[in-house]
């Protein structure tokens, strides 16, 4: 019996490649929509900072601003209780008496200062 031959003008060639349409989504992709967002995020949280920034710069300024007028109030205070002290004293007493040996004023320490100070 003789051999079967290979078909004249030769066989066709073998397909090895998937015959699958080409997916649109490529790694190339995903990385530009990853980097984009990425960007965003950090162009964002410069904003943020910034603008904390400029807050905290705002508060610091605002209270040295109020420094006078909190420490004027503050003179005020000590001298309505310094008169009120002395003509409390007048009315128990009868008169003045002199606590200390010169006529230099002394803040009254009075008030609980703690050890530290926070932010």
């Known amino acids: 019996m003789p051999q079967d031959m290979p078909p004249v003008g030769g066989y066709d060639p073998v397909q090895f490649k998937r015959n699958l349409p080409s997916s649109r989504f490529r790694p190339g992709t995903l990385l530009a929509i990853g980097g984009t967002i990425m960007v965003y995020g950090w162009w964002r949280l410069i904003i943020g900072i910034r603008e904390q920034n400029e807050l905290g710069r705002e508060k610091?300024?605002?209270?040295?601003?109020?420094?006078?007028?909190?420490?004027?109030?503050?003179?005020?205070?000590?001298?309505?209780?310094?008169?009120?002290?002395?003509?409390?004293?007048?009315?128990?007493?009868?008169?003045?008496?002199?606590?200390?040996?010169?006529?230099?004023?002394?803040?009254?320490?009075?008030?609980?200062?703690?050890?530290?100070?926070?932010?």
């Not at 503050?74 to 002290?85: G, I, N, Q, S, Y």
């Open 60 to 119: 610091m300024w605002s209270r040295i601003h109020l420094i006078p007028a909190l420490q004027a109030e503050e003179d005020r205070d000590l001298v309505r209780r310094h008169l009120a002290d002395q003509a409390r004293e007048k009315a128990l007493l009868g008169e003045n008496i002199k606590v200390y040996n010169s006529d230099r004023y002394v803040r009254p320490t009075y008030a609980v200062t703690p050890g530290y100070t926070t932010k």
